[in-house]
């Protein structure tokens, strides 16, 4: 059955309805979602399960490519670079199938290719592998991908005493004069709010 988000002509847009069905994904895995404010960011959600919270980039295809689809991972300077996003979420349009990759596997490439039914595939492990923000393993991998940002969360790890997370949330806030409550990452307990 065609997936009707594939009448959808333009692509920024038909980029937009895949957000929201990864939205809706994520809420019936019981994940929380924020979204960052803008576009400059080189990610598109950050997700949090049980106090662990990663980054995911989404992305679509619907091209298909000698038995399987071709998806675009790049940016618009070009592939992404460095630590852009723990996961990579690629929708496939006809499949209504989501691939949930870590982000090592597809930093510096412009393209992946994915093929959902050939078995041993270089990404079958990782269809509809939402339990990476819900597992507790700590091992990127098929068997855990809750690789997420644990290692990033760690109080006083960081610039001047702040963890990877306060500055990937301070840098989601509209200005530098904005106020935003600091929290004890996995105690789960506010500090007192403090000016970024």
Not at 27 to 36: A, C, M, S, V
Not at 59 to 85: A, I, L
């Amino acid at each position: 059955m065609k997936n009707r988000g594939m009448d959808i002509k333009h692509p920024k847009l038909r980029g937009e309805w895949a957000e929201l069905q990864f939205m809706l994904r994520a809420i019936e895995k019981e994940l929380h979602l924020n979204k960052p404010w803008g576009e400059v960011m080189p990610y598109d959600f950050v997700v949090e399960h049980e106090g662990q919270f990663a980054r995911v980039q989404v992305k679509s295809t619907m091209f298909k490519d000698r038995g399987g689809y071709s998806c675009t991972v790049r940016g618009s300077e070009g592939p992404y670079e460095g630590d852009p996003f723990e996961y990579l979420a690629a929708y496939i349009f006809q499949e209504d199938l989501w691939y949930i990759i870590p982000g090592e596997m597809v930093v510096g490439q412009g393209s992946i290719a994915l093929y959902p039914k050939l078995k041993g595939a270089k990404y079958g492990p990782y269809k509809e592998a939402w339990h990476f923000a819900a597992e507790r393993g700590g091992e990127t991998g098929a068997g855990g991908l809750d690789r997420g940002m644990r290692g990033r969360v760690a109080v006083g790890a960081g610039v001047a005493g702040r963890t990877d997370v306060e500055s990937i949330a301070g840098r989601c806030l509209a200005g530098p004069s904005q106020v935003a409550a600091r929290y004890t990452w996995g105690a789960g307990q506010p500090r007192a709010a403090v000016p970024t």
